[in-house]
């Protein structure tokens, strides 16, 4: 490959292309479309969800902290035992 005088050699990391941009980056996003996502011109990257791992215990976590009677009053506790 034809370089210029005292430029780095090519780099052997992965390069891929934007697919919001099209534009060639590696590992990550380019300055340039860093800059053109703060001013608006192109979308916000999406943020990586939660597994469905994270999302099943968190589920899990919440349902054993979760007390329907709670936050009922006296006169809907009475009422509610009146049914039973």
């Given at each position: 490959?034809?370089?210029?005088?005292?430029?780095a050699?090519?780099?052997?990391?992965?390069?891929?292309i934007?697919?919001?941009?099209?534009?060639?980056?590696?590992?990550?996003?380019?300055?340039?479309d860093?800059?053109?996502?703060?001013?608006g011109?192109l979308?916000e990257?999406?943020?990586?969800?939660l597994?469905?791992?994270?999302?099943?215990?968190?589920?899990?976590?919440?349902a054993?902290?979760?007390?329907?009677?709670?936050?009922?009053?006296?006169?809907?506790?009475?009422?509610?035992?009146?049914?039973v």
């Amino acid at each position: 490959p034809i370089t210029r005088a005292g430029a780095a050699p090519p780099s052997k990391t992965a390069v891929g292309i934007n697919p919001t941009s099209g534009s060639m980056f590696v590992g990550g996003t380019t300055e340039w479309d860093d800059i053109q996502r703060k001013f608006g011109n192109l979308p916000e990257l999406e943020k990586p969800g939660l597994t469905n791992d994270e999302l099943q215990e968190g589920l899990a976590e919440a349902a054993v902290v979760y007390d329907p009677l709670e936050k009922r009053s006296l006169e809907e506790l009475n009422h509610m035992e009146e049914d039973v």
